[in-house]
């Protein structure tokens, strides 16, 4: 009697292996070339227009005023929406889209309730899930933990581990080192801070990064004060 799945015993999946040159000479060269010509250009196209995206967010961050700090950051998020649309593997675009919609939840006031989290956690997971070593995902991920109360899952050793992962590799990042100096306030250990923060306004200041320059430096300043 032969059984669901298998025909007299010989399981289908070596014969599907044995089949599949047979049926890759059915399907005409110029077809598969076509496939694979479209998946290379969705993929090329993806690949730039998460790039913009990625422009926007990075523009949006040294922008003063809240209007043009909103248009750069919904025109990213629109530029990473057709990216992921295009190329869902595309870890970049998923991360784009996270970004530049947290950004939009926060100057617009939303507050941190359970179903925005899941909108916008959605997307890091996805970058992450691509890319495990996503430095920039990491270190969003870490500020979430750092920033969430600890009701809606925030952990401040999880937020360590996560910010400690990004700069690890990607040694030129300001915005981590500056989340971890928080993490470490956070914690109690301000002392633990400090060079973190001299080492983000060297690589602000290196990267034309003001608004982040000035970030790390008055934090600097309220930990030395601090009593």
């Not at 000479?25 to 070339?33: E, Q």
């Not at 995206?53 to 909103?70: M, P, Q, Y």
């Not at 990213?76 to 530049?100: I, K, M, Y």
Request: aromatic letters at 4%.
């Amino acid at each position: 009697m032969c059984q669901q799945g298998r025909r007299c015993g010989v399981s289908l999946k070596p014969l599907a292996v044995l089949l599949l040159p047979t049926f890759l000479l059915l399907v005409p060269r110029g077809a598969l070339a076509q496939r694979a010509a479209f998946a290379s250009s969705s993929t090329d196209a993806a690949r730039n227009l998460a790039d913009q995206a990625l422009d926007c967010l990075h523009r949006g961050e040294e922008l003063l005023t809240k209007e043009s700090r909103l248009a750069a950051y919904r025109e990213g998020l629109q530029l990473a929406q057709r990216a992921v649309a295009v190329d869902d593997s595309n870890a970049s675009a998923h991360f784009a889209v996270f970004a530049n919609n947290g950004r939009i939840m926060l100057i617009e006031g939303a507050a941190p309730n359970p179903l925005n989290l899941l909108a916008v956690n959605r997307e890091l997971e996805r970058a992450l899930e691509l890319d495990p070593d996503y430095a920039d995902a990491l270190a969003a991920r870490g500020g979430l933990y750092r920033q969430l109360p600890r009701l809606l899952g925030g952990s401040l050793d999880k937020a360590e581990a996560y910010l400690t992962r990004a700069i690890a590799l990607d040694p030129e990042a300001v915005g981590a080192r500056i989340e971890l100096a928080e993490t470490y306030r956070d914690m109690g250990q301000p002392t633990r801070s400090v060079p973190l923060l001299n080492e983000a306004m060297q690589v602000a200041e290196s990267k034309g990064k003001y608004r982040q320059f000035n970030e790390a430096r008055d934090l600097l300043r309220d930990i030395r004060t601090a009593p």
